[in-house]
């Protein structure tokens, strides 16, 4: 999990350069994710599985929001400086603990309410990053970011719905990247099409291609293999490495409230993760009973 950390990072570097190189933020989701269907393809031919499904909805679903959560992710790190961008990117565990909130209180069952002050905990985090560090024509962006993690939230939950079919990672990985593939594409074509790349772009390009399907690969078998809390404790190392990059790459500041903002918000993922698997553990033993 540190290594697909660690490889996240760097590829917010390569985005941030990239479109600094004048690569939009369509171009990006595109090249990545034409990377990602040849790899996985090839994966899927050496393992044998078939793309074809019984739940075609349910991918179409999970692949357009994961889409959605990964634009927004880009935009905000061109946008943004690279920790803060990543911080931003990672909130999903606080909303993925809303929801698990909505759902009791829509099913009448007990609150938990060290979850609900967990969450709290990790929106004034959010506060406390954003209010002093950012000039008020970023807002936008950094609710960008936000939406992204809103959106992640809402992709896992669909992942999970997939797993319960028995549906192979690869094959939920597939889709995923053909329908950004194809997002990539059209959005390119809308805005102002594709950009010649300079050397340099195309350097990048290739960089945050191999970085982020290398990541994604690291990510899936830690959590498939791996302790799920102790795994999910670890990703958030990715705000600690992309924030030493933008200072050592970027000169960008990590100011006391910088910091402080970050810390609440690890502490509150790490725990929302937590008490949110918990949460259904507890609900699965209650069904099971009854």
């Known amino acids: 999990m540190v290594v697909s950390a660690l490889l996240f990072a760097f590829y917010a570097v390569c985005v941030k350069y ?8 369509f171009e990006v989701l595109f090249y990545r ?4 269907l040849v790899l996985i393809s090839l994966l899927l031919k050496h393992r044998k599985i078939t793309i074809r499904t019984k739940h075609p909805l349910a991918h179409a679903v999970r692949a357009g929001i994961g889409t959605v959560a990964c634009i927004a992710g880009i935009y905000a790190i061109s946008k943004l400086n690279i ?12 909303f993925i603990g809303c929801f698990t909130i909505g ?10 309410w060290r979850l609900i002050s967990t969450l709290v905990v990790g929106f004034i985090g959010v506060v406390v990053l954003l209010s002093p560090t950012i000039a008020p024509h970023e807002y936008a962006y950094a609710g960008v970011g936000l939406s992204a993690g809103f959106c992640t939230a809402i992709a896992v939950s669909y992942v999970k719905r997939l797993a319960n079919y028995h549906e192979p990672e690869l094959r939920i990985l597939f889709y995923f990247v053909l329908i950004g593939a194809i997002a990539g594409l059209i959005g390119s074509l809308v805005q102002n099409g594709f950009t010649t790349p300079t050397w340099h772009a195309a350097l990048f390009i290739l960089g945050f291609s ?32 992309s ?3 933008g200072e050592i790459i970027f000169d960008e500041p990590a100011t006391p409230s910088i910091i402080l903002g970050m810390l609440m918000i690890v502490f509150a993922g790490i725990a929302a993760s937590y008490f949110t698997r918990q949460e259904i553990i507890k609900n699965q ?4 009973a009854s």
């Open 18 to 25: 990239a479109s600094l190189e004048g690569i939009g933020s």
């Open 33 to 36: 994710s034409v990377f990602g």
């Open 83 to 94: 920790g803060l961008a990543m911080t931003l990117n990672y909130t999903s565990p606080l």
């Open 103 to 112: 759902a009791a209180w829509l099913a009448k069952r007990p609150v938990n």
């Open 210 to 241: 191999i970085f982020a399907n290398a990541a994604q690969m690291c990510l899936t078998r830690a959590f498939s293999r791996g302790n799920v809390v102790l795994s999910g404790a670890l990703q958030y190392t990715v705000i600690l490495f």
């Open 243 to 245: 924030t030493l990059l």
């Open 285 to 288: 033993q209650s069904r099971t």
